[in-house]
């Protein structure tokens, strides 16, 4: 999947817009710079690849001289930004089923990140993962989109925020104290993930607001607008979900045909017309997974390669200095 096949939905780009207006910027010439109009945003059918996105987000930072932009845009988020997905998640029966709609949805928002979860002991974990490397604009994006996540989660039980703390693979920054204000819970950085913890205990509870019969026609929406969005997906979009599902062990080229049910050698004519190959997304993967683990800092460079597929730390070093252009060591 190609930098230009990942999209994000307008109305998060109007949520930077109005943060750089109240701070005194000019939107206006934000969208300039990037070959955009205000009267853009509120065409719902608007979606930006990542390219234009990440100039836009570098932008908004230069312009307003704020590197804490991502938790101010994330703060504004609540669950009608979010559109019918958000409105879903708020009649569903419980956070569980919530968490399950949001993961099943996500690409509707953006085609940038995914999430899953993980339950360890009493806790429940949220994770969120890139689904493309981001590179040099990580921290605002994961820093907003999981103070969004977080909003929709305190409004879906109507009570406390269950969140017992939340957690980013980078490193600790100047802004720690306003990330504990905004997120009104612990916040651990340097960790070796990035998500929120929930306790276990409230994940299956019933919840009061929840209406099975908006929350179905809700979902019926969703469906219709993820089956349109799957037909302009490309098939190597296709092979890079499969892959990072199945990130522990990475899917062969006759297992990933079967999933999608096609031959091998269809598979492989139609990624070639593509202009691309299973080896190249392969490689595409591995290197968005490297940059990932290298930068949380939690496995040493043999771990890591072991953990993409490599038999020999050797193999690995020579390939992320072909991707990078400085060995493992230096994206520590």
């Known amino acids: 999947m190609q930098a230009n096949d990942h999209t994000l939905a307008s109305s998060y780009l109007r949520q930077i817009a109005e943060q750089i207006s109240s701070m005194g910027g000019d939107a206006g010439d934000w969208l300039a710079r990037s070959g955009l109009r ?53 009649n569903c029966g419980t956070l569980r089923q919530a968490l399950e709609l949001l993961e099943r949805f996500f690409m509707l928002r953006t085609t940038m990140l995914a999430i899953d979860f993980e339950q360890r002991g009493d806790e429940f974990r949220v994770r969120l993962h890139e689904r493309i490397p981001l590179g040099d604009i990580a921290r605002p994006v994961l820093e907003a989109a999981l103070l969004a996540f977080k909003n929709v989660l305190d409004c879906i039980p109507r009570g406390p925020s269950q969140c017992r703390s939340v957690a980013f693979s980078f490193a600790a920054s100047s802004d720690a104290a306003l990330a504990r204000e905004l997120f009104r819970c612990e916040v651990r950085e340097g960790q070796d ?31 219709r607008e993820l089956d349109k969005l799957a037909a302009q997906v490309s098939l190597g979009a296709r092979v890079q979900r499969l892959m990072l599902e199945q990130r522990s062990s990475f899917p062969s080229l006759q297992l990933t045909a079967r999933l999608l049910c096609m031959t091998p050698r269809t598979l492989h004519r139609r990624l070639l017309e593509e202009g691309t190959s299973y080896k190249q997304i392969l490689e595409q993967v591995r290197r968005m997974l490297a940059l990932e683990y290298l930068r949380a800092g939690r496995l040493s460079v043999q771990e890591v390669s072991y953990a993409l597929g490599y038999s020999d730390v050797a193999n690995f070093r020579r390939a992320f200095k072909r991707w990078e252009s400085v060995p493992p060591s230096a994206r520590r």
């Open 38 to 90: 205000a009267e853009q945003l509120d065409d719902g059918e608007l979606a930006v690849s990542f390219p234009v996105f990440r100039q836009l987000v570098l932008d908004s930072v230069e312009l307003t001289g704020e590197p804490a932009m991502g938790l101010l845009v994330g703060d504004r988020m609540r669950e009608h930004t979010h559109g019918i997905l958000g409105y879903a998640a708020m």
């Open 193 to 223: 993930w990035t998500g929120m913890v929930l306790p276990l205990a409230a994940i299956d509870v019933p919840l009061r607001m929840g209406d099975p019969a908006t929350l179905a026609h809700a979902v019926q929406i969703c469906q």
